[in-house]
């Protein structure tokens, strides 16, 4: 598996050149890093990017942790309990968890936590999700046009693949400190975005010196010298798990859902219809890191009131605690404003959600077209 296999960042490499090059005519690539401990011999930012481009990866497995200091509300972990999904509640907090991938259809991700275990388990076309709290298991099967990955992505190098999709020219590509991650040698790509409106100040992607993997992410704020948001190994082994690692063995008493066609799995025991009625209307906003996206997706957005055909309970919690959030107002309308350290979430009254990594001043303007 190539760790950037089919992603738009491939139009923007360019031949390795000593010194400074540039991608795509904007994307300026920093110098080589040099000096930092550990000691490793000199990359430019091309160059990491060739090395994640043409690296292999069998298969892993290892131990993550993540954290998030968003300086998001309480509400956050409060949407994930409402919709059942402890795995929406890493958006706050540290999480550990365990993965591992023996190949594109071979995949695990456990959430642990104190009061038990979230799984999720890829292999070949069987898809299952587990609660131990709750004892109650779903199980898909995926068609056999299913894209490559269908896990929830959770480790550094999943959170890489999404970052490195933003280099463009809005985009600034240079090499950071060396580092050591999980007992492992690293080099630091950073990418920074040009405009100065976004939240981002920067994304730091550390990648094994040796197997050219992302071992680490970090994504700093905008003023912040601590990462707002960071997922790394703790631990990590590149040989590739035993296959009984992706077999699910219901353990006695647990209750099995069969997810039917036309449904994605959602959390263990839940299961989510796919209505293309329901889609919402989408449109952006702006280009690279200050894009707005807007969503018309009805009154339900803003605690208005439950879809009909909903589940209730779940719907009405999930009201309650959007309607606990700020109510803003101006030329553009009224709604309610949720507001962290690299993003903001505009509800409008009208049913639409406007949000991006930018200032609420910025949706506000968006709310106005």
Do not use: C
Not at 54 to 74: E, I
């Amino acid at each position: 598996m190539s760790v950037m296999k089919n992603r738009a960042v491939l139009r923007w490499l360019v031949p390795v050149t000593a010194g400074v090059a540039v991608i795509g005519g904007g994307a300026a690539v920093g110098t080589f890093a040099a000096g930092a401990d550990p000691a490793l011999p000199p990359r430019s930012a091309a160059q990491l990017l060739e090395d994640l481009r043409t690296s292999r990866l069998d298969g892993l497995s290892g131990t993550v942790v993540q954290r998030a200091d968003l300086g998001l509300p309480p509400i956050a972990a409060l949407a994930g309990q409402a919709t059942g999904n402890d795995l929406a509640g890493l958006v706050s907090g540290t999480h550990t968890l365990r993965v591992w991938y023996g190949g594109e259809d071979r995949q695990r991700l456990a959430l642990v936590d104190t009061l038990g275990e979230q799984d999720i388990l890829r292999n070949g076309r069987d898809v299952w999700t587990w609660n131990s709290r709750e004892n109650t298991a779903t199980h898909r099967k995926l068609p056999a046009d299913a894209p490559e990955r269908a896990t929830v992505p959770a480790t550094p190098a999943d959170a890489a693949d999404r970052a490195l999709e933003a280099i463009d020219p809005t985009t600034a590509v240079t090499v950071g400190r060396t580092a050591t991650v999980a007992g492992r040698d690293a080099y630091e790509l950073v990418l920074t975005p040009r405009d100065k409106v976004s939240l981002v100040h920067q994304v730091r992607i550390a990648l094994d010196a040796k197997e050219h993997v992302p071992l680490r992410l970090q994504v700093l704020a905008d003023g912040q010298d601590e990462p707002a948001f960071q997922v790394a190994f703790t631990q990590v082994d590149f040989r590739t798990p035993e296959a009984d690692q992706f077999r699910f063995n219901p353990p006695p008493g647990v209750k099995v859902t069969e997810a039917t066609e036309g449904e994605r799995p959602g959390p263990a025991g839940k299961r989510f219809e796919k209505k293309d009625a329901e889609k919402p209307d989408v449109r952006t906003v702006g280009t690279g890191w200050t894009t707005v996206v807007v969503a018309k997706i009805g009154d339900a957005a803003t605690g208005g009131g439950a879809k009909p055909g909903a589940d209730a309970p779940d719907a009405q919690m999930l009201a309650g605690v959007l309607g606990d959030l700020p109510k803003v107002s101006g030329d553009w309308g009224s709604g309610r404003l949720l507001s962290g350290k690299l993003f903001s979430v505009l509800l409008t009254d009208d049913g639409r959600v406007i949000a991006g990594l930018v200032a609420p001043e910025r949706l506000y303007e968006a709310a106005k077209g």
